[in-house]
Every structure is written in C-alpha cells, then in structure tokens.
T-cell receptor, first 117, second 110 residues
C-alpha cells in the first residue's frame, strides 16, 4: 500500500514552546491530507483537513490559531502546535487519501507522540 | 450527521477460531467501506476495503457488505494472538473524509 511518513515519531517539549510535525506522502501525491489526534484509550478525532495550495479547514472546536497547518507541496503537510500546554499531549496522526475516485483509501502515518511538560 | 457504530468490546475469541466484527452505518448513500487495525500505541493500518455488496476475501480476512441493511462485517479466520488489536470500521464521508467508528477491541485467547 501507499506509504505515509511522519517526523518526529515522538517529541517532548516544555510548556509554552511550539512543535512542528511533518507528514509526507512517499510514493504518491496528496492534494489533501488529514490530521487526527488520539488520546489514550479514545477514538481518533479529526482535527483538520490540509489542502495543498490553500487554507486548511478545521473541525468544530479545533483552534486554527493554535494548530497551524501548512500544505506547501503535493507531498508535505506540517502541523505546528503553538504555545503547547500539557493538555496538548497526545498522539497526532496524519493520513492521506490515494486516487483515483471512487476507490479512495486513506493511509496513515506512523503517528507522533507529543508530551508537553 | 453521518455515524458509524461498533460494539466497543472487548471481544474474546479462542486462538484458531473465527472472529466476527460488526459495524453499522447511518448514511445509506455511503459508497466505500474500510476496516483498519490499530495496535496499542500505533497508528491505524488498512486491512480491507469493500465497495460492492457481498464478500471480499484477502487471506484470513473476509469483509462482508450489505447495503440494504447498512451493515459491514469483518471475519478473521484461524485467529492468532497477533490479531489482538482494536478494529476500526470506517465509511467515506464528504470531501474525502472518512468517518470512523469508535472501534472494537479484539482479544485472541492463546
């Protein structure tokens, strides 16, 4: 299947700092990528849709000024958690759909575990 | 609001038996259906996708789709301890999004 990578796989930071997470599609182009967050023993929560060349669209309740998304190329989307706080500690996962329609399937990156001290 | 419902489990199945995971969805217009496996602390891994009514087999896995009943299932034959994980059912949503169920925890008993 398609391969999606994320970097870093884990990060520990101090409260108040910003953290950037990269998501790359390695063997296909992705005009759209999705960012999810998952707290321990809870289900995936979609945070936002990253759109190449345009602004990201955020799900209800997700602060766009706190979670900055940049989709600068057809293979790279970045999520920056600004002024991180302990409550932002979570498992962040990106995914990208392949083409063509209607057989879109989404492949997930390995995830980034963020711990904010 | 499109929804996907799954029993949270845990579902305990003896090693070597057939594990049966079930899922229902609310939007009759859904076209694409997916099963993902998620090990603890890992990201979801795509196992199967199905678009047409009936069965689709891939190795020990069989996905079954019944659009009239809005029902999707996943059968795992010859269950192994390594199959112990959370299984997420998903259907296509708007704008390329995927709507996930909350997942069913499967425990294969050695």
């Amino acid at each position: 299947g398609a391969v999606v990578s994320q970097h870093p796989s884990w990060v520990i930071c101090k409260s108040g700092t910003s953290v950037k997470i990269e998501c790359r599609s390695l063997d296909f182009q992705a005009t759209t990528m999705f960012w999810y967050r998952q707290f321990p023993k809870q289900s995936l929560m979609l945070m936002a849709t990253s759109n190449e060349g345009s602004k990201a669209t955020y799900e209800q309740g997700v602060e766009k000024d706190k979670f900055l998304i940049n989709h600068a190329s057809l293979t790279l989307s970045t999520l920056t958690v600004t002024s991180a706080h302990p409550e932002d500690s979570s498992f962040y996962i990106c995914s990208a759909p392949t083409r063509p329609n209607p057989t879109d399937t989404q492949y997930f990156g390995p995830g980034t575990r963020l711990t904010v001290l | 609001q499109k929804e996907v419902e799954q029993n949270s489990g845990p579902l305990s199945v003896p090693e070597g038996a057939i594990a049966s995971l079930n899922c229902t969805y609310s939007d009759r217009g859904s076209q694409s259906f997916f099963w993902y496996r998620q090990y603890s602390g890992k990201s979801p891994e795509l196992i199967m996708f199905i678009y047409s009514n009936g069965d689709k087999e891939d190795g020990r896995f069989t996905a079954q789709l019944n659009k009239a009943s809005q029902y999707v299932s996943l059968l795992i034959r010859d269950s192994q301890p390594s199959d112990s994980a959370t299984y997420l059912c998903a259907v296509n949503g708007d704008d390329d999004k995927i709507i996930f169920g909350k997942g069913t925890r499967l425990h294969i008993l050695p």
